[in-house]
């Protein structure tokens, strides 16, 4: 079986941190991308950013450049999303979602993605 687990999700206030972590199994991870998708309250699913862990190349999602880092542990098969930063409209569930690489299109279409995580809420506020 397939599995995606994200933690790391919680309440902060705006102009904090958080740090959230997508542990994988069930497939060669290193083959696949690995992204995160922010949902927020009413709003369809975003890509925000992404990590290749074939080349270790990152993309990230104009609304969260320079405060949010994507990275990864091969040997333990996590990937991290430092968020740095936070705003209020960063408040929502944030999943992570592993892509095999094998469709055309960009990163950030979710349609690329057969395999999610259940999501964890963010909620950022005063």
């Known amino acids: 079986d397939v599995q995606l687990v994200e933690s790391g999700g919680g309440l902060v206030q705006p102009g904090g941190s958080l740090r959230l972590s997508c542990t994988v199994s069930?497939?060669?991870?290193?083959?696949?991308?690995i992204a995160w998708f922010h949902q927020a309250p009413g709003k369809e699913r975003e890509g925000i950013a992404c990590?290749?862990?074939?080349?270790?190349?990152?993309f990230y999602g104009d609304a969260v450049k320079g405060r949010f880092s994507i990275s990864s542990d091969n040997a333990k098969n996590t990937v991290y999303l430092q968020m740095n930063g936070l705003k209020l409209e960063d408040t929502g569930v944030y999943y992570c979602a592993a892509d095999p690489l094998e469709r055309p299109g960009p990163w950030f279409r979710a349609d690329r993605y057969d395999f999610w995580g259940q999501g964890t809420q963010v909620t950022v506020s005063s």
């Open positions: 990590i290749m862990e074939t080349d270790g190349s990152e």
């Open positions: 069930g497939i060669s991870f290193d083959d696949y991308a």
